[in-house]
Every structure is written in C-alpha cells, then in structure tokens.
C-alpha cells in the first residue's frame, strides 16, 4: 500500500523559511518522480516541484531561487527547502507520485503572514 506523510508546514512570517518533509512508504523509492504541489484557497492546485528518479529537478518559475527540492534515498524521503517565504507562498502543500495513478498525502498547511 502507497503512503506518503508530509510533515513540517506552520506558520511563518515573510521571509522567513520552512522545510517540509515527505516519507514514502509502500514504493521502491528510488524507481519513481517525485513532486510537491500546493493548493491556496479557492485556488487549484498547481504544481510546484519535481524530481525525477534520477535527480533531473523542475521549478515553477514563481519560486525558482527561492525553493529547493532533494531526495533522500536511503530514508525513502523527499524534502522541501523553501526559504524567502512571501504570503503568496500560503497554501496546503502536498507530496505527490504517480504509479499508475497519483497517490497523494494528507497535506500540511503553510502560512505566510506576519
């Protein structure tokens, strides 16, 4: 069974940084992309990181320089450095991978505001 358990959203102010934590269970880790996608209010949600198995990595522009994404696979973990936080950055943030189908977390919340 695929699990993935995000972990180390909050509250931050402006400029400040998180890093969030995905722990994927159920999966040969290293076979498969990864990614973190983000859902705002009354927004759909966009995709905002990947990393492949192989280490390729792709931003969205509006957080390129200031977000980094890194996997880690002994711990079957995939991390995200998000640093120069700005309240656009406010959302649910989710772990995502797709085998057959897109498996999801549960999501952690992420708040910019000072």
């Known amino acids: 069974q695929v699990q993935l358990v995000e972990s180390g959203g909050g509250l931050v102010q402006p400029g400040g940084s998180l890093r969030l934590s995905c722990v994927a269970s159920g999966i040969i880790f290293s076979w498969f992309d990864m990614g973190w996608y983000r859902q705002a209010p009354g927004k759909q949600r966009e995709l905002v990181a990947t990393i492949t198995k192989g280490g390729t990595i792709n931003y969205i522009d509006a957080v390129k320089g200031r977000f980094t994404i890194l996997r880690d696979y002994a711990k079957n973990t995939v991390y995200l450095q998000m640093n120069s936080l700005e309240p656009e950055d406010t959302a649910v943030y989710y772990c995502?991978?797709?085998?057959?189908?897109?498996?999801w977390g549960q999501g952690t919340q992420v708040t910019v505001s000072s």
């Open positions: 995502n991978t797709k085998i057959s189908k897109n498996y």
